[in-house]
Structures are given as structure tokens and as C-alpha cells.
């Protein structure tokens, strides 16, 4: 299970890191100083969002790395799991909150936030609900 999880982090990890990094170069653009304080709260939220993701998604590398070889791999799967799980969910909130400071920025469209939520209702179906719904369906409950 723990090259499964490994290349699933390896997915998670590369759009995590290309998102936090454009985040961190948004701050220096020149018309962040135009920004209203509700979109630079936006902003700072989806940055600490970011560096929560990325940590939670590169956990597992550390993890793995630090109990090598000390015959704890099953425990290493289940907290890597969890890890990666906690670091899906902050992407999803990093995702969001992005989304929303670039619509409301480029757009100024009272019609925004129903748009995010669209977008977060389809992230929520396609990242959770259809796996567990296909969890559910196709297998007999014995976690396998």
C-alpha cells in the first residue's frame, strides 16, 4: 500500500506546490496594493491554506524517511494516509479560496460565490463522493 500511496501524493504534491508557489508571487505583483482588505484577508487565508497543504502532502515523505527500516510500515501507511487525507481537504480549501479572490478580482460579479460553490460541489463529488460511493458499491466491506 505504500508505493500506492506514495504515487497518489506525488499527484497531490506537484499541484499544491505549482498553486502555493504562483501564491507566493502574487504579493509582489503591482497592483496588490489595489487589492480591497476583504480580498488581501482572501489572499492571506489561501496562502496559510497552501503552506498547511504542502506540509500535510510533503509529511509523508519526511514520515517514511524518518521510520525507515525500524519494522513500522503499517502504522507509516495509516498515518501517511491520514496526512495526505488532512492535505486533500486543505488543498480543496486552497483551491477555493483562490478561485474565489481571482473572480471576485477579475470579475467583480455579484454571481461569484455561486460559482465557487459550483466548482466546490464538483471537487467534493469527483475527490470524495465518487470514491466512496465506489468504495461502497464495488467492494464487501473488508477494506481490501
Do not use: N
Not at 482588505?37 to 506540509?55: N, S
Not at 524518518?66 to 486533500?88: E, I, N
Not at 470514491?131 to 464495488?138: A, D, K, S, V, Y
Request: charged share 10%.
Amino acid at each position: 500500500m505504500w508505493g500506492d500511496l506514495i504515487q497518489e501524493i506525488r499527484v497531490a504534491q506537484m499541484g499544491v506546490q505549482i498553486l502555493f508557489g504562483f501564491l507566493l508571487t502574487v504579493v509582489f505583483a503591482p497592483t496588490f496594493a489595489d487589492l480591497s482588505d476583504t480580498d488581501r484577508r482572501i489572499y492571506i487565508v489561501t496562502v496559510v491554506l497552501g503552506a498547511a497543504a504542502t506540509g500535510a502532502l510533503i509529511g509523508p515523505v519526511s514520515l517514511h524517511r524518518l521510520v525507515s527500516g525500524r519494522r513500522v510500515k503499517p502504522q507509516a501507511v495509516t498515518w501517511a494516509s491520514r496526512l495526505t487525507f488532512v492535505g486533500l481537504i486543505l488543498l480543496l480549501l486552497t483551491m477555493v479560496c483562490a478561485l474565489l479572490l481571482i473572480l471576485r478580482v477579475a470579475t467583480h460579479d455579484p454571481y461569484v460565490p455561486w460559482i465557487v460553490t459550483g466548482v466546490v460541489v464538483w471537487y467534493v463529488l469527483c475527490w470524495f463522493a465518487l470514491p466512496l460511493w465506489t468504495r461502497r458499491r464495488h467492494t464487501s466491506g473488508t477494506g481490501h
